[in-house]
């Protein structure tokens, strides 16, 4: 078999689905489109995704089974340079928890709790 990277999909849990779309929507400036759950349990919102492209896809998820919460896991978008997306974290509703500070070679991380309470990065080589 072909050697495959860790993620293949994400789910970002939500309470109320239109806020997160609109917090996400802002501060990455993209379009989430509506998603069908095949397993009909979720209402989702998916990221831009070509999946015969490197890094992985996925939604934000509002479903009875999962919360929304700071955990043990965080997701980081790929951007080109992470200043400029934290510099609209706020105003989105959002709290900048750590601003952009280097991982040396790299590149360089902010941190950041979106309007559900979810703990994310931003990820950038500049």
């Known amino acids: 078999m072909a050697q495959m990277n860790a993620v293949g999909w994400f789910d970002i849990f939500v309470d109320d689905l239109d806020r997160a779309v609109a917090f ?47 955990g043990g896991t965080i997701v980081y978008f790929s951007v080109e340079d992470t200043a400029e997306p934290e510099a609209r974290v706020e105003a989105a509703g959002g709290i900048v928890v750590r601003p952009k500070f280097s991982i040396g070679e790299f590149g360089w991380i902010t941190l950041c709790q979106d309007t559900e309470g979810n703990m994310f990065g931003l990820s950038s080589m500049k």
């Open 24 to 70: 996400y929507q802002t501060v990455l400036d993209q379009k989430l489109e509506p998603m069908i759950d095949p397993s009909g349990q979720s209402q989702m919102m998916s990221f831009a995704t070509e999946m015969s492209a490197y890094g992985a896809g996925g939604a934000l998820t509002k479903a009875a089974h999962a919360s929304p919460g700071v």
